[in-house]
Structure formats: structure tokens, C-alpha cells
């Protein structure tokens, strides 16, 4: 019983912090680094 409540805070919780990195314009810095990161890699940035 314990563990189905601990399960579930938690995917509460995990929704409610993706929610504010959403609103927050996390997705789109995240991707920018990422694509200038993989640039650099292969040398073109």
C-alpha cells in the first residue's frame, strides 16, 4: 500500500515539474544547446 502511494506522489510530482519547465520555455533552450552541441561535434559549428 505504501508503495502505491510513493508511486504515485511521485508521478504527481514528475508531471508537475515537466509542467513548469514547459511554461517556463525549457523544451526550446534545451533543444537549442543540443543542436549546437551536436554542431560542434561534427565540426560545423
Keep these: ?3 502505491k502511494i510513493i508511486r504515485k506522489g511521485i508521478l504527481i ?3 508537475v ?3 513548469i519547465g514547459l ?3 525549457g523544451f526550446n533552450d534545451i533543444k537549442n ?3 549546437r552541441i551536436c ?3 561534427i565540426g560545423i559549428g
Excluded: P, R
Design 1 to 3: 500500500m505504501k508503495v
Design 13 to 15: 510530482t514528475a508531471i
Design 17 to 19: 515539474l515537466i509542467l
Design 23 to 25: 511554461s517556463h520555455n
Design 33 to 35: 544547446k543540443a543542436v
Design 39 to 41: 554542431y560542434e561535434c
